[in-house]
Structure formats: C-alpha cells, structure tokens
C-alpha cells in the first residue's frame, strides 16, 4: 500500500511566526474574527465589539450596533436604550433605499437594452422579409427561373 504524501489537517502549534508571515496571517485571521462576530449579530441579535492592533499597531475594529455603544455599555456608562435600536433600523432602511434605487437603475438599464435590441430585431426581419418577397417578385416575372436574363 501507497503511504500517504500529506500529512493532512494537523493541529498548529500555537507560537509566534515569523515577521514575513504574520502579516498575511493576522489578515486572515482578522477577517475570520470580523466574520464570525457579524455571524453573531446576524445568528442572535448580540451586541458584538471587537477592537484588533496589527502588529505594526495599526487599529482595526468590528462593532453592532457600534463599537463606542457595546464599549460603554460594557463599561456601564451608556445602557442600552431602545433610541439605540431605532437608529440600527433607521441606518438599515436607509441602505436597503439605496440598494432600492440601485437595483431600479439597473432594471431601467436593463429594460432599455432589451426595447433596444428587441427594435434592432424587428428592423432585421423587415429587411429579411422584404428581400424574400422582392425576390419571389422577381421569380414570378421570370416564370420561376430564378436567374436573371
């Protein structure tokens, strides 16, 4: 029997790497905990806040409804207040006008591209069909000999 030329899925050690790979790996690695935190929000109507510093001490954060609100919700200053709720769903209907009003833009597109092509359609069958019938006039004067004398 063949053995196998992976390893496989193994466990990773957890240690720091080195400085060339940590960069594309906190990348990844952000993104991952940015979309497991949305995926809470979505899952369960948490409020979620996560704030990351890149090794080179740039910030980067993920927060629902906002990283201030969950932060001082945390720290006791501000609780939660229905006012916060209608703001999320104020911020939310406005982008789903926009995406509206896009998604109409397109379809308008759409709609005049397809009057266009279905006018172009129209104007090749004209010329189709009168072509057929000049040349069925034509073979009738000649007795239906389709060559011309």
């Known amino acids: 029997m063949e053995s196998k030329k992976t390893k496989g899925k193994q ?3 957890m240690k ?3 400085k060339e790979v940590s960069l594309v790996t906190f990348s990844k690695r952000r993104f991952g905990i940015n979309k497991k935190a949305s995926e809470l929000v979505t899952l369960c109507g948490a409020e979620v806040g996560v704030v990351v510093f890149s090794p080179a001490g ?4 993920f927060g629902h409804p906002s990283v201030e609100s969950v932060a001082n919700r945390f720290l006791k200053r501000n609780p939660p207040q229905a006012q916060e709720d209608s703001s999320t769903h104020t911020l939310e209907a406005q982008y789903w006008r926009v995406r509206i009003n896009e998604l109409n833009q397109q379809c308008d597109e759409l709609l005049r591209q ?7 359609t129209r ?5 189709r069909t009168q072509g057929y019938a000049n040349f069925l006039k034509i073979r009738t004067r000649h007795g239906g000999d389709t060559a011309v004398k």
Do not use: H, N, Q, W
């Open 11 to 13: 466990k990773i050690e």
């Open 16 to 18: 720091k790497i080195d």
């Open 58 to 61: 740039k910030p980067f954060s």
């Open 114 to 120: 397809l009057e266009a092509y279905v006018a172009r």
């Open 123 to 127: 104007i090749r069958t004209r010329t």
